[in-house]
């Protein structure tokens, strides 16, 4: 095989994780090299991320390199890939998924609820900002921020805001898990469609090349619940900058003594932009991960599909439109 060129953009979290697939796949003998690109949201640093225009801006560029053959294989935050998918790209794998919460950065309290009336709290996110806003009103206020990791560290540690939320994957990935203040957990807080999780996509056409190291890179399970919460997310028609939280997970049962029951779970939520209306659901279903990887997929579409369907019967529709 000749060599696996992984596009990429060129950010400090992003390099983290190509270089994380590249290593996985060197272990196993492969030859490959990292391809840095820049994205359009790299470039365009100014502004609150849902005033760039359009879904895709950290991933566009990248899968238009894969389509013109100028890299064989690309490596996305898997929440910031749109769920649209792109005519001759198929998105094949995920790895294992890591840590999924957000977490509470601070310098004036160690847990959200304990900061003071009108303090200032910077995130770029519409799902974050609604969250808070249902559970704590107009408290606190709520600014958008910008930058990759380190840089949105330095203006908290400048004085602009009193705290920010952060994934905790990207502190964790880069070691910097000492400025998680605290962390915001489900069942209260729910991450946004595939945080934590890594998204391989490849050209349709070279899927039999790449087979190998497709079947190296993906977790069963973690590709699983990746597929239920995209597919939710389609469904809604929300895009990834919709105020919408998910979370799928495995879980494992006893029906009898002689029987054990893995299911996949899903629970999801549409808030209001301004937090003051919040919708729900959950359901699950059986699965098995000694099937195909195309029958797990049907079945986590299933299930997204099938909890969409209950937040559109509860009018999520109207919310998403505002």
Not at 269 to 298: H, M, N, W, Y
Request: glycine share 8%.
């Amino acid at each position: 095989m000749k060599s696996i060129r992984i596009g990429t953009r060129g950010s400090a979290l992003a390099l983290w994780q190509a270089h994380w697939v590249e290593q996985e796949l060197r272990r196993r003998h492969f030859d490959v090299q990292i391809v840095e690109i820049n994205t359009s949201g790299d470039k365009n640093r100014q502004g609150a991320i849902a005033n760039l225009g359009a879904e895709g801006v950290f991933t566009k560029e990248i899968q238009r390199a894969l389509l013109v053959g100028d890299v064989d294989l690309a490596v996305h935050s898997l929440k910031d890939l749109p769920t649209e998918s792109v005519v001759g790209l198929e998105f094949v794998a995920s790895p294992r998924r890591g840590a999924f919460r957000d977490a509470f950065v601070s310098t004036k309290a160690k847990r959200l609820e304990e900061l003071p009336n009108g303090a200032s709290i910077g995130t770029g996110s519409v799902r974050r900002k609604a969250q808070i806003l249902h559970y704590f009103g107009t408290r606190f206020k709520i600014t958008d921020i910008r930058g990759n990791v380190e840089t949105r560290l330095h203006k908290l540690d400048a004085g602009e805001f009193d705290a920010i939320i952060l994934a905790e994957a990207g502190l964790t990935r880069l070691a910097l898990q000492n400025r998680i203040t605290s962390l915001l957990k489900p069942p209260m807080f729910l991450p946004a469609i595939g945080q934590g999780t890594l998204g391989i996509e490849i050209r349709a056409d070279d899927a039999k090349r790449l087979q190998a190291a497709v079947d190296l890179l993906n977790d069963l399970p973690t590709y699983a619940t990746a597929i239920a919460e995209r597919s939710l997310l389609a469904a809604l028609r929300g895009g990834c900058l919709a105020p919408i939280a998910a979370l799928a997970s495995i879980e494992h049962s006893t029906k009898d003594m002689q029987k054990k029951e893995t299911r996949l779970v899903l629970t999801a939520r549409v808030f209001s932009p301004d937090g003051t209306q919040k919708l729900e659901a959950t359901s699950s279903l059986p699965i098995s991960f000694s099937q195909s990887c195309v029958i797990v997929k049907q079945n986590a579409v299933q299930l997204g599909q099938t909890v969409a369907k209950t937040l559109l019967e509860q009018d999520a529709a109207k919310l998403l439109e505002r």
